[in-house]
């Protein structure tokens, strides 16, 4: 049965859980992350690295993917962004010495939250064969290891090349081209557990897997619907955009099961009514919806709007197809059912429908409370059909909003790091470098599992991230990692993902962004896109953390030159100057022509979208409507709906501290949040202490009933929707079981998980 991940450093001692907070950001959110700040990096370079941050000459931050207002000279305090950078830029480092006191076990025993205290990693470390402990190398020996496996390999399939969102457009370019002329697709990344039901649902119904929309959209919008996202946390930035959404007199809904602070009231430390007044209250109306409801709920918001006739006819003639069979699949509502599966009344289900009728310009944004259920590809192309049906697609303050995680997850993409690339892709790679890239599909992070699990494959290796911990079912992720000849990872911080090794390990200590990366001609320049396809460059200014570091693009042209030395591109030319890479990008990606040049621009540049010109890249060249069956998820009774989501001091699997300022808790992170009325029928009280045990029946529920356990949590009374609860991941990917994923995208199902709660 699933072991706790650390038994040491748990940290939730000091555990203590008060009101939740009915507003976001303000005061303490500056005093807040300048306390943090100041711990990690002292107050000289404190002042230096936040003034920097997302300034025209300035580093991009590598926080969130929300994109930056082009106007501003000044950089928009971001709370969550300065701990991000802070975590980033700290004083703190993994010298050698730490690995002969720490034994890869030992380590293994640590939280995640110790692990990423310890600072920045600085010299590469082998794990040979056998050995308890990580051992200092040099680089060439550390790439040596790397290329002796590789070239071991009898198939390239059997090696797999992961990455996580951070990584530069430069870096993640030159990655895909070495891996692909080393022969494989093999290049999952974290979008594969984040935005890929967003990316599949959009490429399909109107031709490009990215949003639609601008910042100037948002802002002169008239409905902004807020669903499956908690910007107060994780776009920070983005209440700055709805703030000034509502003063133009746009209405906010917030969709979700939780009544997020950041959706209610924002005090915008940059004005004086955020510091000292009432601040501004975002939300009009918020409906707690329950988890995995949204598909009925826009369901039923369709059904309205045809009843109605609230129906933009022109635009639904000229510009889509599938309308006569979406509006006949809608023309009846169970209205029951509906109730059942939203959680929601029937009245708050109509004033829904009202304000998106009576909007001329209508704007949904998601995040992963949409994309991570086992029916979200069916939900985003629900949501999709309300907006066709209004014309909200290619029109000045409309659109869609999928909002991105990783500062470039959307860049990575564009780059090429994707598992099924197309094949117009691999045709302009292939004329660019005299290579034949294999054509054949690679594995996604799912079947990454399976494929090591099942030594498929015997190489892992990861452009960053910490794979063992942000994937599902961490036992089975664990045990397959560790059935591995090598892992090797590229990281900027020590992480689970080091302890969790294959037969023999690396760790490549890399630069971050706020770093200043030199080469032989000259300090280097990378480029990064954000949520909305805006291209721009970010200049690291820092000194490195240590001067052993190689950057990522340094890493992977050594390694390319060590594992392809009849290579026909020019590693060593792209290392020395990221100009040439972008020469090549230039060539290959569309979008991308005068690349050099445009970067210039201040604010960069923005790729082409062409829904903006209801241009739609689908066959028949029309947006599609699309008919889904309804599906909701169901639980047995005496269970909950759980949900896996991040505290207010966390990004992804790096905990910065044990508090959820915003949800009351601090001192910890072992807990399980609740509605009061499932609490009484349950019979449990708040602040009780409980195991958490998620039961899996199978996809279709025909398979054998199997658990997962995940120990001591404690019981928190909290307005979640009836029959859901929630908890922290990565404490909890344990009970997400790995065939547990969304249909059509593969992303695990992080945010509807069947449990029970065991009293202890
Ligand atoms: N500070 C910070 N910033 C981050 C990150 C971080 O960890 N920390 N992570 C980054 C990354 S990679 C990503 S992908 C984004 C994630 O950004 P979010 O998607 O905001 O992150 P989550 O914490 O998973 O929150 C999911 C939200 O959806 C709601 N929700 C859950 N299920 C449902 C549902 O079925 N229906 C509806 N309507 N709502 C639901 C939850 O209550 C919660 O408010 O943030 C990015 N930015
Ligand atoms: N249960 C559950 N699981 C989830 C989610 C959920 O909501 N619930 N969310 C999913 C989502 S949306 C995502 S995106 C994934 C995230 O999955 P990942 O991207 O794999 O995880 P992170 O925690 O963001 O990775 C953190 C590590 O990245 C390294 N790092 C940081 N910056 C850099 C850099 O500049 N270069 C390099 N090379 N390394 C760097 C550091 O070593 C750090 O320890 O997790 C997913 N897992
Ligand atoms: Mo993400």
Same mark, same amino acid.
């Given at each position: 049965?699933?072991?706790?991940?650390?038994?040491?450093?748990?940290?939730?001692?000091?555990?203590?859980?008060?009101?939740?907070?009915?507003?976001?950001?303000?005061?303490?959110?500056?005093?807040?992350?300048?306390?943090?700040?100041?711990?990690?990096?002292?107050?000289?370079?404190?002042?230096?690295?936040?003034?920097?941050?997302?300034?025209?000459?300035?580093?991009?931050?590598?926080?969130?993917?929300?994109?930056?207002?082009?106007?501003?000279?000044?950089?928009?305090?971001?709370?969550?962004?300065?701990?991000?950078?802070?975590?980033?830029?700290?004083?703190?480092?993994?010298?050698?010495?730490?690995?002969?006191?720490?034994?890869?076990?030992?380590?293994?025993?640590?939280?995640?939250?110790?692990?990423?205290?310890?600072?920045?990693?600085?010299?590469?470390?082998?794990?040979?064969?056998?050995?308890?402990?990580?051992?200092?190398?040099?680089?060439?020996?550390?790439?040596?290891?790397?290329?002796?496996?590789?070239?071991?390999?009898?198939?390239?399939?059997?090696?797999?090349?992961?990455?996580?969102?951070?990584?530069?457009?430069?870096?993640?370019?030159?990655?895909?081209?070495?891996?692909?002329?080393?022969?494989?697709?093999?290049?999952?990344?974290?979008?594969?557990?984040?935005?890929?039901?967003?990316?599949?649902?959009?490429?399909?119904?109107?031709?490009?897997?990215?949003?639609?929309?601008?910042?100037?959209?948002?802002?002169?919008?008239?409905?902004?619907?807020?669903?499956?996202?908690?910007?107060?946390?994780?776009?920070?930035?983005?209440?700055?955009?709805?703030?000034?959404?509502?003063?133009?007199?746009?209405?906010?809904?917030?969709?979700?099961?939780?009544?997020?602070?950041?959706?209610?009231?924002?005090?915008?430390?940059?004005?004086?009514?955020?510091?000292?007044?009432?601040?501004?209250?975002?939300?009009?109306?918020?409906?707690?919806?329950?988890?995995?409801?949204?598909?009925?709920?826009?369901?039923?918001?369709?059904?309205?709007?045809?009843?109605?006739?609230?129906?933009?006819?022109?635009?639904?003639?000229?510009?889509?197809?599938?309308?006569?069979?979406?509006?006949?699949?809608?023309?009846?509502?169970?209205?029951?059912?509906?109730?059942?599966?939203?959680?929601?009344?029937?009245?708050?289900?109509?004033?829904?429908?009202?304000?998106?009728?009576?909007?001329?310009?209508?704007?949904?944004?998601?995040?992963?409370?949409?994309?991570?259920?086992?029916?979200?590809?069916?939900?985003?192309?629900?949501?999709?059909?309300?907006?066709?049906?209004?014309?909200?697609?290619?029109?000045?303050?409309?659109?869609?909003?999928?909002?991105?995680?990783?500062?470039?997850?959307?860049?990575?993409?564009?780059?090429?790091?994707?598992?099924?690339?197309?094949?117009?892709?691999?045709?302009?790679?292939?004329?660019?470098?005299?290579?034949?890239?294999?054509?054949?599909?690679?594995?996604?992070?799912?079947?990454?599992?399976?494929?090591?699990?099942?030594?498929?494959?015997?190489?892992?290796?990861?452009?960053?991230?910490?794979?063992?911990?942000?994937?599902?079912?961490?036992?089975?992720?664990?045990?397959?990692?560790?059935?591995?000849?090598?892992?090797?990872?590229?990281?900027?911080?020590?992480?689970?993902?080091?302890?969790?090794?294959?037969?023999?390990?690396?760790?490549?200590?890399?630069?971050?962004?706020?770093?200043?990366?030199?080469?032989?001609?000259?300090?280097?320049?990378?480029?990064?896109?954000? /949520?909305?396809?805006?291209?721009?460059?970010?200049?690291?200014?820092?000194?490195?953390?240590?001067?052993?570091?190689? /950057?990522?693009?340094?890493?992977?042209?050594?390694?390319?030159?060590?594992?392809?030395?009849?290579?026909?591109?020019?590693?060593?030319?792209?290392?020395?100057?990221?100009?040439?890479?972008?020469?090549?990008?230039?060539?290959?990606?569309?979008?991308?022509?005068?690349?050099?040049?445009?970067?210039?621009?201040?604010?960069?540049?923005?790729?082409?979208?062409?829904?903006?010109?209801?241009?739609?890249?689908?066959?028949?060249?029309?947006?599609?409507?699309?008919?889904?069956?309804?599906?909701?998820?169901?639980?047995?009774?005496?269970?909950?709906?759980?949900?896996?989501?991040?505290?207010?001091?966390?990004?992804?699997?790096?905990?910065?501290?044990?508090?959820?300022?915003?949800?009351?808790?601090?001192?910890?992170?072992?807990?399980?949040?609740?509605?009061?009325?499932?609490?009484?029928?349950?019979?449990?009280?708040?602040?009780?202490?409980?195991?958490?045990?998620?039961?899996?029946?199978?996809?279709?529920?025909?398979?054998?009933?199997?658990?997962?356990?995940?120990?001591?949590?404690?019981?928190?009374?909290?307005?979640?929707?009836?029959?859901?609860?929630?908890?922290?991941?990565?404490?909890?990917?344990?009970?997400?079981?790995?065939?547990?994923?969304?249909?059509?995208?593969?992303?695990?199902?992080?945010?509807?998980?069947?449990?029970?709660?065991?009293?202890?």
């Amino acid at each position: 049965m699933a072991r706790r991940p650390a038994k040491q450093d748990r940290g939730d001692a000091d555990l203590e859980v008060g009101p939740p907070k009915t507003s976001a950001a303000g005061v303490p959110a500056v005093a807040r992350a300048m306390t943090m700040a100041v711990e990690q990096m002292g107050v000289v370079r404190t002042a230096r690295t936040l003034l920097r941050m997302n300034q025209d000459k300035g580093f991009d931050c590598p926080g969130c993917a929300w994109p930056d207002p082009a106007q501003s000279h000044r950089a928009e305090f971001c709370e969550n962004g300065a701990k991000a950078v802070a975590e980033e830029a700290t004083l703190r480092r993994v010298e050698p010495g730490f690995f002969a006191e720490h034994s890869v076990a030992q380590l293994r025993e640590r939280s995640d939250h110790w692990l990423g205290q310890q600072g920045r990693l600085t010299t590469p470390m082998h794990k040979p064969v056998g050995a308890s402990h990580y051992e200092p190398v040099t680089w060439e020996t550390a790439l040596g290891v790397v290329a002796r496996h590789l070239r071991a390999l009898d198939d390239p399939d059997r090696a797999i090349f992961y990455t996580s969102g951070r990584t530069s457009n430069e870096a993640a370019f030159v990655y895909q081209l070495f891996v692909r002329e080393f022969g494989t697709n093999n290049l999952p990344d974290c979008s594969n557990m984040c935005h890929e039901s967003s990316g599949n649902a959009l490429l399909e119904t109107i031709g490009i897997g990215k949003g639609t929309v601008t910042l100037d959209d948002l802002t002169s919008a008239d409905l902004i619907l807020v669903a499956g996202q908690n910007p107060g946390t994780n776009h920070p930035r983005m209440l700055s955009t709805l703030e000034t959404a509502k003063e133009g007199g746009a209405r906010i809904l917030a969709i979700n099961p939780l009544p997020e602070a950041g959706l209610m009231t924002f005090r915008n430390p940059q004005t004086v009514k955020g510091v000292v007044g009432s601040g501004t209250p975002l939300a009009d109306r918020h409906l707690g919806v329950r988890l995995g409801g949204d598909q009925a709920l826009f369901q039923a918001v369709g059904h309205l709007l045809l009843e109605r006739g609230a129906v933009d006819h022109e635009f639904v003639e000229r510009h889509t197809s599938g309308y006569a069979a979406y509006a006949q699949a809608r023309a009846t509502l169970d209205w029951p059912e509906t109730l059942a599966a939203t959680g929601l009344t029937e009245a708050e289900i109509r004033a829904l429908a009202d304000d998106v009728a009576g909007a001329k310009r209508v704007i949904v944004c998601w995040a992963m409370g949409i994309t991570q259920h086992r029916h979200a590809v069916a939900t985003i192309q629900e949501m999709l059909n309300v907006l066709l049906l209004g014309g909200n697609i290619g029109r000045e303050g409309a659109g869609v909003c999928p909002v991105r995680g990783h500062s470039n997850v959307q860049g990575d993409r564009t780059m090429g790091i994707v598992e099924r690339p197309s094949s117009g892709f691999l045709d302009a790679l292939d004329a660019e470098f005299s290579i034949t890239a294999p054509r054949e599909h690679g594995v996604d992070a799912v079947d990454t599992v399976r494929a090591l699990r099942d030594r498929r494959a015997t190489v892992f290796f990861a452009m960053g991230g910490n794979f063992v911990r942000a994937m599902s079912d961490s036992d089975v992720t664990e045990k397959a990692l560790e059935a591995a000849d090598l892992t090797c990872h590229v990281s900027t911080k020590l992480n689970r993902s080091h302890t969790v090794t294959g037969a023999e390990a690396l760790i490549l200590p890399t630069l971050g962004r706020t770093e200043r990366d030199v080469q032989l001609s000259g300090e280097q320049v990378v480029t990064v896109e954000d /949520s909305m396809a805006m291209v721009h460059a970010s200049r690291g200014r820092l000194a490195p953390a240590a001067d052993t570091l190689l /950057s990522e693009v340094a890493i992977v042209c050594e390694l390319a030159r060590r594992v392809l030395p009849d290579s026909s591109v020019d590693w060593s030319g792209l290392r020395g100057d990221y100009r040439r890479i972008r020469g090549h990008i230039s060539r290959v990606v569309a979008g991308f022509d005068d690349f050099e040049e445009r970067l210039d621009g201040r604010g960069g540049f923005q790729l082409p979208l062409p829904p903006r010109q209801r241009e739609f890249h689908v066959e028949g060249g029309r947006a599609r409507f699309s008919v889904n069956a309804l599906e909701y998820p169901h639980c047995p009774p005496g269970r909950l709906l759980l949900q896996t989501v991040r505290s207010h001091d966390q990004y992804n699997t790096t905990i910065y501290g044990l508090d959820d300022r915003y949800r009351g808790v601090s001192g910890g992170r072992r807990v399980v949040f609740v509605n009061p009325t499932d609490l009484v029928e349950l019979g449990l009280g708040d602040g009780r202490l409980v195991d958490i045990v998620s039961e899996w029946r199978g996809v279709d529920g025909d398979r054998e009933l199997t658990e997962r356990r995940a120990d001591g949590f404690r019981v928190v009374a909290y307005p979640t929707a009836r029959g859901c609860a929630a908890a922290y991941f990565p404490e909890t990917n344990v009970l997400v079981p790995l065939d547990s994923t969304a249909r059509g995208s593969n992303t695990p199902t992080s945010k509807s998980v069947v449990v029970r709660l065991e009293p202890r």
